[in-house]
C-alpha cells in the first residue's frame, strides 16, 4: 500500500499477472511513474487493441486476429496432419524446430480434475469439429510430458478411435544434449522403457 | 514474434518492464487474451488514471495525487527533520519500521556519473528549495550503502554546510539476525570501523 490510490490499484492489478509478486508490481508501478511515463498511454493503448482484435481460431483455436489463423489460411501447410497442444507458446516452440508443417489445435489447457478442469472447461466442441474434418490423415497427440498432459493425451486418443487417422503421442525420452546423471527419474525410466533399435 | 501485430505489440512493450523478460512478457500477453481478457481494459485504465493524477510532491518530489503529498500535508509530522532516500520503495520501508516520524525528500535516483547522472539530473532544485525552509533542524541521508548511494549522500553533506542543521548518514554494519560468516567483507569491515561502545 503506497497510500495514494492510484498507483494502489495499478499495483494491485499488476499482481493479478502471472509472475508478478507485490515487490516486482510496486517496481514496475514506481519505474513506469518516474522514469517511463511515455510507455504508459501506449502500453493501456496496446492492451486495449489487443483486446478488441484478438480472438480464438475457428478452426485450430489459437490466438487470431480474424476468423481463421494465418496457419489455417496458409495453402502451404498440410491441413491433413494435425498436432494437438496445451497452449499458443507450444505452437511457438514447435514453429521453431522448423520441421512440422502441419496443422495446430490449441487446447488452451489441459485436463486437471483436480483443479475442476473437466473436458468441457477445454474448447473439445471445437476439437470434434476439427477431427471429423473430411481430409485428416494423422493426429500427433503434443501435451506437456505431465500427469495432465499424458491424461489429456490419453483422453484425445479415445475421441478418435476412428477409422484412417493415424494418432501418436510426441516421443518422450532424455532431452538431446542432457547428461544421464541430471535426467530425473521417471524420465530415464521413460527413455529405457521407450527405447529403439538402433538404425543402421 | 506470435506473428500477430496487436499480440507482438502487447509483448514488446511489456518487455521494457523492469523485471520482465521476453518469455514473461509473452506468458503475461497469452494469460491475458486466453484467461484473463477481464483484467485488460481494466488495466488499461489503472495506467491512464495513475499517468495523469500522479506527479511529484513539490516540497518532498514523492509521486503524489495533489500538489503536496500526505506526510508534508501532515500535521503529525515532524517537518524540522528530514530523510533522504533514493526512491519512493525507500520511503515505504522506512515508514514501515514505525520509528521515524519526520519529513522526506525522495531523489528518484542517485548520482552515477559513469551513467551519465549527474547532480543536474536528480530534482536537486527542489532539494535545495527544501533545505532553506526556516524550521529544518536536522537531515538524515538515508541513500543506499552502494558506491553510488555513498556518492551521493557525500555530494548533498557538501550542500549542507550551513550552521544549524545537523546532517546524519544512517550507520552501516551487520544486518540484524544475521550470521558473520555470511556477511560480505565490506560489510564486515564497515562494522568493525564504526563500532561503537557498549551501553551500560
Ligand atoms: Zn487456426
Ligand atoms: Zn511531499
Redesign the interface.
Known amino acids: 500500500m ?6 494502489d ?2 499495483v494491485s ?2 499482481r ?5 509478486g507485490p515487490r ?1 508490481a ?12 511515455e ?13 478488441g ?2 480472438r480464438h481460431c475457428q478452426r485450430c483455436n489459437n ?3 480474424a476468423d481463421l489463423c ?1 496457419i489455417c489460411r496458409s495453402d502451404r501447410r498440410d491441413h491433413g496432419v494435425l498436432c494437438v497442444v496445451e ?3 507450444d505452437v ?1 516452440a514447435i514453429e521453431a524446430t522448423g520441421i512440422y508443417n502441419g496443422d495446430y489445435f490449441v487446447l ?1 489447457g489441459h485436463l486437471s480434475p483436480l483443479d475442476g478442469i473437466g473436458p468441457e472447461a477445454l474448447h473439445l466442441e471445437r476439437f470434434a469439429e476439427r477431427i471429423a474434418l473430411a481430409d485428416l490423415r494423422e493426429v500427433i497427440l503434443a501435451t506437456n510430458p505431465t500427469v495432465e498432459g499424458e491424461a489429456t493425451a490419453h483422453f484425445l486418443g479415445g475421441m478418435m478411435r476412428r477409422e484412417g487417422v493415424a494418432v501418436s503421442r510426441i516421443a518422450r525420452g532424455v532431452p538431446v544434449g542432457g547428461e544421464l546423471e541430471y535426467v530425473d527419474r521417471g524420465t530415464l525410466g521413460r527413455a529405457l522403457t521407450g527405447r529403439r533399435a538402433l538404425e543402421d
Open positions: 503506497f497510500g495514494i490510490a492510484a498507483v490499484e495499478l492489478l499488476l493479478r499477472l502471472p509472475g508478478i516486482s510496486q517496481r514496475i508501478s514506481f519505474e513506469l511513474l518516474v522514469r517511463k511515463r510507455l504508459m498511454p501506449l502500453l493501456a493503448a496496446a492492451l486495449l487493441r489487443a483486446n482484435e484478438i490466438l487470431a486476429d494465418a497452449s499458443p507458446a511457438l488452451m
